[in-house]
């Protein structure tokens, strides 16, 4: 399954949440599966965006394999906050509004704070413009993912 498809499935099972126990269950075991495996693409590219020696790899992949179990995390967080949109689109207050922004605006500032944290621990063992190549992969993948649920997650109706 390529990345694209991947972050596409994942936001369009985040973007429609729902109350009752089974079917909410199952939507959360489908973002768990598509969580690991879109990891699992996004560490295949950006190794390979990275180019690294040999050498590197090995210091790289121990604190990159940390910050994407820290990450899943904040992907998990972020698809509970499409389940809530979801579960509130067309019959949205202004109350539930505030919560899913206050959550949508969290899951951002978290994100940005992994990933100035893990800059912080690949710079102790890599050099600075490794270091930047990696923050600038996360972002054009970040960037990818936003742009998917963008394009798949309806404004909202009043």
Not at 21 to 29: M, R, V
Not at 119 to 142: R, Y
């Amino acid at each position: 399954m390529t990345m694209k498809k991947i972050l596409i499935a994942c936001a369009a099972l985040a973007a429609f949440g729902t109350a009752e126990a089974t079917l909410a269950q199952s939507l959360k075991d489908d973002t768990e599966v598509l969580i690991s495996q879109l990891q699992a693409d996004k560490r295949a590219v950006v190794l390979s965006a990275m180019n690294l020696s040999d050498a590197k790899v090995a210091k790289f992949t121990p604190i990159y394999d940390e910050y994407q179990r820290e990450m899943k995390g904040v992907y998990t967080r972020g698809a509970d906050v499409l389940n809530k949109f979801g579960a509130n689109y067309g019959t949205m207050t202004d109350a539930a509004a505030k919560d899913i922004m206050s959550d949508f605006f969290k899951v951002r500032d978290d994100r940005n704070a992994l990933v100035k944290k893990y800059a912080k621990k690949f710079g102790k063992v890599l050099p600075a413009t490794d270091v930047l190549t990696w923050v600038q992969v996360e972002n054009k993948l970040n960037a990818l993912l936003d742009f998917e649920a963008a394009s798949v997650v309806p404004l909202n109706r009043k």
